[in-house]
């Protein structure tokens, strides 16, 4: 295996955590590999550190770029899902800081508090080293790092660290979801439950977040529908609109509700429970940002 090949699951760790996309992540990948090639390999003293140099500098460029673009994005912009297994988990650290609830507060922060905070909280990297990468002074990083941990500290959402937990109210969650149960979906929610959804113009989606349990029920039983699906599945080029099956997986470091149609993943919808009740949901329905994901390998339960 090539010296990138052996770094390239660190580097597009990297590049997701600080730009929230797995389509600029690759993309910030390919280009540090190109980068790689160019240069006497040979006379590089650290690789490793090389590769995450680069890395790091094309991922701010590019969400400087990105940014700009998501200003105009309709609706919320939520970061892309994207699998997560045993792999991540052993590393408690790095598995922290894919959960969603936490990428959602990085976007608040400039490309380098954001870049800043993922190299230090979730790599652990020294500040020298970090302010070479940035091209700032020592002091300067330590501050900027400084700032991003109590910006996340105080708007990060409280939620309940215990997955098996979550993973049954999920399971409950689907169940009600399955069976239109409205009465049943109000039972899960915290009475001030807020649900922020991302369909970029492309699936049905609200337009802002959507507060109090009755309002959060209603509208997640009226997205359910044969006519939403055709929606979506026309906007990813199918004119079939199969049944549509509800299934679990672990997205971002957590457990989530799936729900699939003609082999493609539709929605993916992220909960975060505190004092046992859902208090967050995410819910992702833009093509763009869920498709990558495959169905086949998700581990599904029977909402029945």
């Known amino acids: 295996m090539s010296t990138f090949e052996d770094h390239r699951t660190l580097l ?31 006379a590089v003293d650290d690789p490793k ?32 899902p994207i699998s997560t297994g045993p792999d991540v988990a052993e590393h408690a650290e790095l598995a922290d800081s894919v959960e969603l609830a936490l990428l959602v507060v990085l976007e608040t922060l400039s490309p380098l508090e954001r870049a ?12 020298a080293e970090i302010a070479e990468i940035i091209g700032r002074a020592e002091p300067a990083t330590r501050q900027l790092a400084r700032r991003a941990r109590e910006h996340v500290r105080e708007k990060r959402p409280r939620f309940d660290v215990d997955r098996g ?15 239109g149960d409205l009465d049943g979906l109000i039972e899960l929610f915290s009475d001030e439950v807020t649900m922020v959804s991302d369909g970029g ?69 992220s909960l975060l429970v505190a004092d046992g009740k859902i208090d967050t949901i995410y819910l992702m329905a833009n093509p763009e940002k869920i498709t990558h994901l495959e169905p086949d390998a998700i581990p599904e339960t029977d909402p029945a």
């Not at 597009?12 to 006497?40: C, F, K, M």
């Not at 701010?60 to 990105?66: E, G, P, Q, T, V």
């Not at 993973?167 to 069976?179: D, G, V, Y």
């Open 12 to 42: 597009t760790g990297v590049a997701y955590r600080i730009l929230g996309s797995v389509a600029d992540a690759e993309d910030v990948v390919q280009e540090a590999w190109l980068r790689w090639s160019g240069v006497d390999q040979e």
């Open 49 to 80: 550190a090389y590769l995450v140099r680069v890395t790091s500098r094309l991922a701010i460029d590019r969400l400087r770029w990105a940014k700009s673009r998501r200003e105009s994005y309709v609706g919320p912009w939520l970061p892309e």
């Open 116 to 127: 800043v905070f993922v190299l230090r909280e979730a790599f652990d990297l020294p500040f």
């Open 165 to 179: 937990e979550r993973r049954r109210i999920t399971e409950r969650f689907i169940n009600a979801s399955a069976n």
């Open 201 to 269: 113009g492309k699936a049905r989606a609200a337009l802002r977040a959507i507060t109090g349990a009755e309002h959060v029920g209603r509208y997640l039983l009226s997205i359910n529908t044969p006519a939403n699906i055709a929606r979506f599945m026309a906007s990813i080029g199918m004119t079939d609109v199969p049944g549509i099956s509800f299934g679990t997986a672990t997205v971002n470091n957590a457990p989530a509700l799936v729900l699939s149609a003609g082999g493609r993943v539709i929605t993916v919808v």
